[in-house]
């Protein structure tokens, strides 16, 4: 099968971000949907930090694609006592559209690194893919 060039970030997401004082790694997933080159998402990861029940921590992410350069915002919202703060993100990603990787920011200046691989073909890719593919007729 051929491969086929992909022509958004649009799909489902697994990485792991990096802690720079003792390499700490925690791992996340993300969904993204990207349109001319803007895109919004949704996070989870493992609760690593909170002082909470919850065991899973959720964020939003709003993004730029421009070429290969990418760059989103991760924004944490859990209630009064959780995390409420958000995270800059800057990368490029790979010409197939599968790999992201750089840095993340906090405000402070504190910073890490992050990776993300695509774990899907992307909506409108495996859709082009079922429509291209031949159909075998029997006799």
Sequence with gaps: MTS????????????A?????NGQET???????????????????????LNTT???????????RDGSAVTFVKFYNHG?????????????VDENLTRIEGRWIVASGW???FFMTRDDLGE???VKLEVEAPI????
Aim: proline share 3%; aromatic share 10%; glycine share 12%.
């Design 4 to 15: 086929k060039r992909r022509s958004s970030l649009t799909g489902s997401w697994s990485g």
């Design 17 to 21: 971000y990096r802690y720079p004082d």
């Design 27 to 49: 791992v996340f997933n993300a969904q993204i949907e990207e349109t001319a080159g803007a895109f919004i998402g949704a996070t989870q990861e493992p609760n690593e930090f």
């Design 54 to 64: 919850d065991a899973v921590l959720y964020g939003e992410i709003d993004g730029a």
């Design 80 to 92: 009064e006592e959780g995390a409420r703060h958000s995270i800059r993100y800057e990368g490029s």
């Design 111 to 113: 910073s890490g690194t």
């Design 124 to 126: 409108a890719e495996a």
């Design 136 to 139: 075998e007729v029997r006799k």
